[in-house]
């Protein structure tokens, strides 16, 4: 899979929590990251590292 594939299926997962979330903080968090997708989107070669849980 292709990074931009990536990005995709990623944003389309932040939709899908977007909708189960019920705390303002959860949901205020998803918009900040498909934000951060979005200008990773344009900007060629960037990344998102995740680490955690």
């Given at each position: 899979m292709h990074?931009?594939?990536e990005a995709a299926v990623a944003l389309q997962e932040v939709g899908r929590l977007r909708q189960?979330?019920?705390d303002e903080r959860q949901i205020a968090a998803l918009d900040v990251l498909?934000?951060?997708r979005e200008r990773c989107?344009?900007?060629p070669?960037?990344?998102l590292w995740f680490?955690?849980?």
């Open positions: 990074h931009e594939q189960r979330c019920r498909a934000v951060m989107a344009g900007a070669g960037s990344h680490a955690g849980d």
